[in-house]
């Protein structure tokens, strides 16, 4: 790899700055290879302004999109992408479930029920505005796909464990919908790839594109 190279790296839902999975790239990708995370907003609205301008501040190499980060990563355009455990469902079920929010005492159980670990991580505070602001910001996203005549590179990587596969939040086949055949890499983990997973997979998969 020839001179120095930046990772962006969009953490999921209640993620942030510590996040687990840059913390490993970071330990094992070595010196040459920048990984900047910030923690951005919940509202999806907020955060595409937050993340769109960090991506021009530090002009990345390469954008890696965890979970529901993954819609915020593909809105990039321009870029190659790495996706860990897309879900790509989940700002559909947020966009038609925000009205139950208007039912007393459901964001307060919502906001007890999903709070991140203590540290450097994003506020979740599930209310109606925020949670139908993900209709906009999905659409826009869905339109920097093969599907819709991206030129982007894209690839994702799906835990056969994966709990949420269960639901649809996660979802092969919406993936291939989007991004088509032979974009994909599926491991034996679960939805949060296991450490074993980062250096056997994802990490050399980094290095193949920021060669």
Request: hydrophobic letters at 35%.
């Amino acid at each position: 790899m020839a001179g120095n190279k930046t990772i962006l790296y969009v953490h999921g839902m209640g993620g942030g700055g510590d996040s687990r999975i840059p913390s490993i790239l970071r330990d094992n990708l070595g010196a040459g290879i920048r990984v900047v995370i910030r923690t951005y907003d919940f509202n999806p609205r907020i955060a595409r302004s937050q993340i769109s301008a960090w991506a021009e501040e530090v002009g990345p190499d390469l954008i890696i999109g965890e979970s529901m980060g993954a819609t915020h990563a593909i809105a990039l355009r321009g870029y190659p992408h790495l996706l860990v455990s897309p879900s790509l469902n989940a700002p559909r079920y947020f966009n038609a479930l925000a009205w139950i929010t208007l039912v007393p005492g459901v964001t307060s159980f919502l906001d007890r029920h999903y709070r991140p670990k203590e540290g450097d991580r994003q506020p979740l505070h599930f209310t109606r505005d925020t949670l139908s602001e993900w209709k906009p910001v999905l659409r826009d996203a869905m339109e920097n796909t093969p599907l819709n005549g991206s030129s982007d590179d894209f690839h994702a990587f799906f835990g056969t464990r994966d709990h949420y596969r269960r639901s649809g939040v996660v979802s092969v086949r919406t993936w291939k919908k989007y991004f088509g055949e032979g974009t994909w890499t599926s491991y034996e983990g679960s939805h949060f790839m296991e450490e074993e997973y980062i250096l056997s997979l994802l990490i050399p998969k980094i290095r193949s594109i920021l060669k």
